[in-house]
T-cell receptor
Framework: DAKTTQPPSMDCAEGRAANLPCNHSTISGNEYVYWYRQIHSQGPQYIIHGLKNNETNEMASLIITEDRKSSTLILPHATLRDTAVYYCIVREGTSYDKVIFGPGTSLSVIP | NAGVTQTPKFRVLKTGQSMTLLCAQDMNHEYMYWYRQDPGMGLRLIHYSVGEGTTAKGEVPDGYNVSRLKKQNFLLGLESAAPSQTSVYFC?????????????FGPGTRLTVL
């Protein structure tokens, strides 16, 4: 699976959009971009994933650049409950193999 | 559905003691995983299983053994606990393939080895 790079930490004002970047310059054509988050002391929670088109669900939007070498997770109206560590993972959609989580981005939503 | 559950939630061991962590899922998932998470670090894969009766090593398998005798259960064993195994352990499961290939995680087991 391709490696990802994320900033270690970010701040966001409550009510504003949180934009979390992820670089995955070695991504291959059949690899998807997945985002998870982990709120303190809880198990990671799936947020969203995509291949090359932008995706949106009730939690977030995922913007993938045209060359697919980077992506941005957008939380449109951040709340204090969105304070968490966010993990960007790149992997094949049909892979049964192991998933590697990096250190992620620690997002702090500030009142 | 309970999803993924883990037993116990907390445990304190002395060096050299043994224990087994139980992970159970009621979603009929084929694949199951054991991760550990140390302070300030991401999750590291210990062992995983792609089906009943099969297991495989992950990134950090040393000091751990696993068994998948039943599809719904994945056990993680520590034969002789060491302080370096103090960590939070997470179990996860997922379907083999498909568009929505997300992993579902349990709430974690916090283990301290003295």
């Amino acid at each position: 699976d391709a490696k990802t790079t994320q900033p270690p930490s970010m701040d966001c004002a409550e009510g504003r959009a949180a934009n979390l970047p992820c670089n995955h310059s070695t991504i291959s054509g059949n690899e998807y971009v997945y985002w998870y988050r982990q709120i303190h002391s809880q198990g990671p929670q799936y947020i969203i994933h995509g291949l090359k088109n932008n995706e949106t669900n009730e939690m977030a939007s995922l913007i993938i650049t045209e060359d697919r070498k980077s992506s941005t997770l957008i939380l449109p109206h951040a709340t204090l409950r969105d304070t968490a560590v966010y993990y960007c993972i790149v992997r094949e959609g049909t892979s049964y193999d192991k998933v590697i989580f990096g250190p992620g981005t620690s997002l702090s939503v500030i009142p | 559905n309970a999803g993924v559950t883990q037993t116990p939630k907390f445990r304190v061991l002395k060096t050299g003691q043994s224990m087994t962590l139980l992970c159970a899922q009621d979603m009929n998932h084929e694949y199951m995983y054991w991760y550990r998470q140390d302070p300030g670090m991401g999750l590291r894969l210990i062992h995983y299983s792609v089906g009943e009766g099969t297991t495989a090593k992950g990134e950090v398998p040393d000091g751990y053994n696993v068994s998948r005798l039943k599809k719904q259960n994945f056990l993680l064993g520590l034969e002789s606990a060491a302080p370096s195994q103090t960590s939070v352990y997470f179990c996860a499961s997922k379907v083999p393939q498909g568009w929505n290939n997300e992993q579902f995680f349990g709430p974690g087991t916090r283990l301290t080895v003295l």
